[in-house]
C-alpha cells in the first residue's frame, strides 16, 4: 500500500508522508554542514597534543584526561573547557527538580513493571518454558518407546502427551 504523492518517502525500511511540519529541504542540507567549531578546534588542538596518537596502538589517551592537564595552556581549550563546566541557560532547575521527585518516587515501581513485562510478554522465559515443556514430551515419548519395544504404543497415550503439552505450552 504505497502512496504515489509526491510527499511519500521510504527511507530505512520506514514510509511516511512528508508535511509542512517537516523541516524545509534546504534547511537540513544547512544543518548538515553546521558543526561545532570550537569543539572541533579543541579536539584538533588536543589530537595535535597526543602527537595524532600512534595508528597501530590499540591504547588511545583519554581526551578529556588531556584537555583537563593542557586546558590553561591554550586559550581555544580554556574556552571549550568553561563551556563543558558552566551550566546552559535553558536549563530549568525546577524541572529538573520535579523529575528527580517523580523518578525517586516511581523509580521502583516502574522498574518492576518492566522486569514483569518483560517475563508476562513473548520474551526469553516463555519461550525457555516452552522449550523445557517440548523436551519433557520428548522424554516422555522416548522413555514409553523405549519401555515398549515390540508394543504398539497406543495413539491415544502418544495424543494425550501431546496435548498436555500443548496446553502448558498455551497457557503460559
Known amino acids: 500500500m504505497h502512496s504515489t504523492s509526491d510527499n511519500h ?9 512528508w508535511t509542512d511540519k517537516h523541516l524545509p ?14 569543539g572541533s578546534a579543541a579536539f584538533e588542538k588536543l589530537q595535535a597534543l597526543t602527537g595524532g ?41 525546577t524541572q529538573i527538580e520535579r523529575a528527580q521527585r517523580f523518578f525517586a518516587r516511581y523509580a521502583l515501581a516502574n522498574s518492576t513493571a518492566f522486569a514483569l513485562q518483560g517475563f508476562i510478554r513473548e520474551n526469553s522465559v516463555r519461550s525457555t518454558l516452552i522449550c ?13 518407546l523405549k519401555s515398549s519395544p515390540g508394543q504398539v504404543v497406543s495413539q491415544s497415550r502418544i495424543s494425550c502427551l501431546e496435548s498436555s503439552r500443548l496446553s502448558r505450552g498455551s497457557s503460559m
Open 9 to 17: 518517502r521510504e527511507r530505512w525500511g520506514y514510509s511516511f508522508e
Open 132 to 144: 523445557n515443556h517440548q523436551l519433557t514430551f520428548d522424554r516422555h515419548l522416548q522413555v514409553l
Open 25 to 38: 529541504a534546504e534547511e537540513i542540507a544547512a544543518l548538515r554542514s553546521h558543526v561545532d567549531e570550537l
Open 53 to 93: 596518537g600512534d595508528k597501530k596502538c590499540p591504547i588511545r589517551p583519554e581526551l578529556y584526561t588531556i584537555l583537563r592537564d593542557h586546558h590553561q595552556e591554550d586559550p581555544t581549550l580554556e574556552s571549550f573547557w568553561q563551556e563543558l563546566h558552566s551550566v546552559p541557560d535553558w536549563v530549568d532547575w
